[in-house]
Each structure stands twice: as C-alpha cells, then as structure tokens.
C-alpha cells in the first residue's frame, strides 16, 4: 500500500544525549544557554542574525548540533581524554596557566593540546561556514542543515571552555558525588538565576575581527575562578562565582552567532573550504606548497611539498569534496578519479576515493590566520604537517609552537570558475529533470527545486517506489524569487535512525492508531535565498498533494498541528483544513489532488491509521486465533489425561 496520503501530523524534534566522563554543564543548561545566547541578538538588535538562528529547524539543529558532543558515538566525545577541557588555573592554587606562544593555547585535560574544547569550537565553527557557503553556492539543503548542527556543535565547545571543572582539567570519574557532577549539578538547578541581557559592543567587534584568542582564554579564566567554591560546595561563594560565568559565556554564544551571520553576509573572505572550490595549500613554515609529484606517479606517489614555479604549479591545485560528516576530502585537479589519503605510516598518499581514507577536518586558529588540518581518519588526534625532511607531509601530534603544523589556505577563483562551468555537484547529489522543471536531490533524500515565478510551483518526489508530485500556491507571491520549495520522506527501512526520532516524539493516542510499520516522516518546506526557512506565513497558502490510485479515502486525510514548547513538551494545538479537487491540470496532465490549508510549515507524521472496521476485522482475527489455540489447548491437555489413565 502507498500510505503516503493519509494523516498530516506537525510536530518539532529534539536529541538528549549524554557522557558519562565529562559532560560541561547538563543537557538543559545546554539548550538554555543557547537560547538566552540568541535572545541577546534581538535584545541587541540584530534582527537579521536572530530571525536566522530563530526559525524551528535551525533551532532544533544548533540545539541537536549543542548537545552531540557529549554523545558517546561522537567524534569529538571526551570520556576518558579530556578532550573538552580548556585548563587554564591550576585546579589547587587558582593560579593562572601559561599558554603557548603561537595561537596563545592552554591545553586540555590531559595535557596535549588537541583536542579541546577550544579546537572542539575551531573545528566545528569552521565546518558550520564551510557547509553554509557550499550552500550558498550550490542550493544543496543538507549542507544548511548540516550548518546549523555543526555550528550548535562549536557552541558546546564555548559552554565547555566556562564550566569550571572543564577549565581547571577536574574530571567527573566515576563518582556520582565527585566535585565535577556537584558543580553542574548546582549550576543546573540555579541556572535561571544567572542571565545575560545584551552583550558588549567589543565583544561583537573582536570576533568580527578574528581576535578570539585572547577572549578566550578569558573566558576559560574566569570559569576558572571558581576552583575555591567548586571544592566547599558553599552556596554563596558558587553563586558568586557562577553569577559571573552564566551570562559571560551566554554573551560569548551570542558574539559567535553573531560572527557567523557576519561571515555569511558580510565577509568577503570567510574562512573555509567551500565544495568543488580550488584551492592551493601552503605550510607556514616551510613556505611550500602541497603538490603532486607527476601525472606518471599519481598512483605511488607521496603528497610533497614543492615550491611554487612554472614547472609543478599545475600539480598543486586541489578541489575540496564534503562529506557527509563534517569532514573533506582532496582531490587533485589534475586527476578526478584520485583522492589524497593518509596511509599506515601516517602520511599522505593518493589512491582512489574511500571515505575512512581521506576524512580530514579543518579548523581556523583565530589570530593567527593559520589552519589546522585534523586529521581525524587515524581515531586519535594527529594534525597534518610537514615531515623533518620538509618535503613530504605527515601527521604528527599537535605542538602549537610549530609553524610545521599551520597552514594557509589560497583560493584559487580563476580554477574554480573553469571546474565549476563542468562540475557542478558533488558526488553524493544528483539533478534530476521532470517534465522541463530541473529538481535537485541531495544526499539525505530531500527533494528541492527552485521557485521562479508567482504562480503554482510543482515539485515530483520519488522514494520507496513511488512518485507523487506536491505544488506550492505562491500566486501571492509570498515566497521570494529564488527560494527553494523542498520535500524529504523518511520511512523506517531508508532512514531508520531518524524515523525512531520521529516516532518516539509522537503522542500514544497515535502510536495506537498505527498499522505495524506503515508510518512515514513527511518534511516540507521552503528555505530563503539568503538560508532563512519560512515558518510563519502572513496568510493561509495552499499545498497540493497527489492522490493516485489507491485504497486511500479522499475523507480519510487530516492533519493534525504538533508543536514544541520551551520545555520541548509535545502537545496537539490545532487542527488543519484539507478537502480534495479532482481534475488538477500540473505537469503531468490531470489528476486528483488534496489540498492542505497551511499558515506554517512543520514536519509531519504520515500513518495508515486503523479503521473501525479494521479495528473490528483485527478483533475478530486475534479472537479466532485465541480461541483456537484455547481448543486446541485443551484437547492436548485431555489427550494427554487419556494416554496417563491408560497407564
């Protein structure tokens, strides 16, 4: 059966995760922050960046993206590292740490110096902008929503960085009473005490600017001030102490949204690598450039490092792929079938593309204007620098004294304008052309084309077998030239992961109501020019959706409003209108279609609900077979008296 059209349910998600070793703060100490960081932008009047980061799906992106890195499954989880601590007192004496020279780093908890929480923000921050630009450039929805997680995912690391059991290297252990859980234990039940209102105007400029280094490493120092009052557990000296950090880091929070819309916007030279860009990547010490030897040694040669002339420049350009992690890989321009990877003895190689191969992940280091290159295929913390040979490049433990270890990134526009008039998405996306209307699908299975024109916008979406075409109304011209109209299904066999999110959210009385794996996820919705989704419209806008050939009643389709509140508690609100049109003229000739009168988009739940008749006809069945399995029960119970009576 085609259960595609049957009941419309709205609702928002969200993801708790956890870490048993060292989780800064606690799970709604996390999303309260990020919150209160945001309404700082409107209280400051940055009305562009809020409204951004305050729409529902980017919403519950920073707030999943905020909360991951204390999952145990995650890349950057710290359990028993120290990865998310930024140390910057001594835990004893309160006495202020040094920090290196280059890039002003204190270290984490275990005494290196990646990761911390504060390459934890570098790294991420830096894959948030990389997915938002590539978006920007190519319309792919995946790499907006991916921004939005990875950018919640560089706010962890700012929470972190302030936790004062983070910043002094305090591990919780295994202790349900250790001095760690106490003080955020303490910090989460007094957490509405402490709140930020606005943030200062330098605050804003510094990151702005890149002058982040020395702001952070205060804001790890002022956490840090607690050491005392973490230790006496005394109430006012942990108010004291708290009433200090709370709405510092909650201004820092705000400082980096604020950045990033001024990245976005603003920048002319944001920070990143951006998909199916050419680029050019040159050491700091060294002064030479990533390079491959010759065309004739592509498949044994080691990446190298050469210096820039005539002879080898076109050997060193390199065309950056995103994949779906957070991470890149590189691909010389020279040769698309090859990838660079990172071979057993840890260095750079080239061999055809394998995604657990040529994962590396990129962080800009603030003042310096330096990258670092993570190289995150190895499962422990190595970065890419050059080798003491200074030719060929290797991985190697972080030292941040060591220009070996930095890079500068150089785009290459005149390379990429050329690849790009011939490359136009990566591997993973696809464009498809229905009936003269181009569609694009992404990796996740979202289904997008672009909106030109004010008049019905139709859209065919293909999963599981099936097709069915959706058109938007914008006859009103509500939705701006270039906006994309976009539709994603999830069901439990392509995407069972997200589909238990989704089902786990919904209310018991429908849970009750569904036929055994005949639910589906429906997400609908249109995404700005500028990456800002449209929830609330200013009037009531049609969505057709296709009826075909099924056993599906045209008076059985409904749709029910779910909404998140503040506590992300799951209500039903309100209830939407749909009636059918029959005769429907869209792209494919005529057909039946039901019409949901919308103000808002959501996600939606999509189930074959049970009937009374199924309800009836499923009584009917199982009391059949209970009472055949009764009998039967019975008549081996007395055959078995008979046999024992003959004995």
């Not at 201004?251 to 920070?271: C, E, G, H, M, S």
């Not at 491959?292 to 002339?309: A, F, G, P, R």
């Not at 419209?537 to 056993?551: H, M």
Request: hydrophobic share 35%; glycine share 4%.
């Amino acid at each position: 059966m085609d259960f595609k059209k049957k009941v419309f349910i709205f609702f928002a998600f969200w993801l708790i995760t956890s870490s048993f070793f060292s989780s800064a703060w606690w799970d709604e100490t996390h999303k309260d922050m990020l919150s209160i960081g945001i309404s700082i932008l409107k209280n400051d009047n940055k009305i562009d960046a809020y409204n951004l980061f305050n729409t529902p799906e980017n919403l519950s992106r920073l707030k999943l993206g905020c909360l991951a890195p204390d999952n145990s499954d995650d890349v950057d989880n710290t359990k028993f590292f120290g990865w998310h601590h930024y140390v910057s007192r001594n835990k004893n004496t309160g006495e202020l740490l040094k920090t290196t020279t280059i890039g002003k780093y204190f270290k984490n908890g275990s005494g290196g110096y990646l990761k911390s929480a504060r390459t934890i923000f570098e790294e991420n921050y830096t894959i948030a902008l990389s997915y938002y630009m590539s978006y920007k450039q190519s319309g792919n929805l995946t790499y907006l929503t991916n921004s939005m997680y990875y950018l919640g995912k560089s706010l962890h690391g700012i929470m972190d960085m302030c936790a004062a059991p983070h910043s002094l290297g305090v591990f919780s252990g295994l202790s349900q009473d250790s001095d760690h859980k106490y003080f955020e234990k303490y910090a989460e039940r007094n957490r509405e005490v402490w709140q930020a209102q606005n943030c200062p105007k330098n605050l804003y400029s510094d990151f702005e600017q890149e002058k982040m280094a020395d702001n952070l490493n205060d804001l790890s120092s002022v956490g840090a001030e607690a050491y005392k009052s973490m230790k006496t557990r005394i109430s006012k000296d942990l108010d004291k102490d708290l009433s200090k950090v709370m709405p510092l880091a909650e201004q820092y929070i705000a400082a980096v949204l604020n950045k990033f819309y001024y990245d976005i916007t603003i920048n002319k030279t944001p920070k990143c690598l951006i998909e199916n860009n050419i680029y050019r990547i040159k050491n700091i010490d060294s002064n030479k450039y990533m390079t491959i030897e010759s065309k004739k040694k592509l498949n044994t040669s080691y990446v190298i490092q050469k210096e820039n002339n005539n002879e080898n420049n076109d050997y060193q350009y390199f065309v950056a792929k995103l994949n779906t992690d957070g991470t890149f890989y590189l691909q010389p321009l020279i040769q698309d079938d090859l990838y660079v990877y990172i071979n057993w003895a840890g260095n750079l190689k080239l061999q055809d593309y394998h995604d657990k191969d040529c994962n590396l992940k990129i962080g800009y280091s603030g003042d310096n204007y330096f990258y670092l290159i993570d190289a995150s295929a190895l499962n422990f913390p190595k970065i890419l620098g050059i080798n003491l040979n200074k030719t060929n490049i290797g991985t190697h433990t972080f030292d941040p004294d060591s220009k070996k270890h930095y890079w500068a990134i150089e785009s290459c526009p005149d390379k990429t304008k050329e690849y790009q008039s011939t490359h136009q998405y990566n591997s993973w996306s696809q464009n498809i052309n229905y009936n003269d209307i181009e569609h694009h699908v992404d990796s996740a299975g979202t289904t997008s084309v672009e909106i030109t024109e004010n008049k019905i916008i139709w859209l065919k979406e293909k999963s599981d077998g099936t097709s069915t075409w959706y058109g938007l109304d914008n006859t009103s011209g509500i939705f701006k030239a270039g906006s994309r109209f976009w539709v994603r299904w999830i069901t439990k066999s392509s995407s069972p992961e997200d589909w238990q999110k989704y089902y786990d959210l919904l209310d018991t009385n429908h849970k009750n109501k569904i036929h055994q794996d005949k639910l589906s996820v429906f997400l609908v919705g249109v995404t700005s020019p500028d990456g800002v989704e449209y929830t609330d419209l200013d009037s009531d806008i049609k969505l057709y959706v296709q009826l075909k050939n099924s056993d599906w009643k045209s008076s059985d389709i409904k749709s029910v409003f779910i909404s998140a509140d503040s506590d992300e508690v799951i209500s039903t609100v309100t209830t939407t209108k749909s009636n059918t049109l029959n005769d429907v003229s869209y792209p494919d000739g005529m057909g039946n279609f039901a019409i949901l009168q919308l103000n808002h988009f959501s996600p939606y739940a999509v189930y074959d609900s049970f009937t009374s008749s199924e309800k009836l006809h499923v009584f009917l069945i199982i009391f059949s077979v209970s009472l055949i399995t009764l009998l039967v029960c019975i008549w081996v119970f007395n055959f078995a008296l008979r046999r024992k009576s003959n004995y």
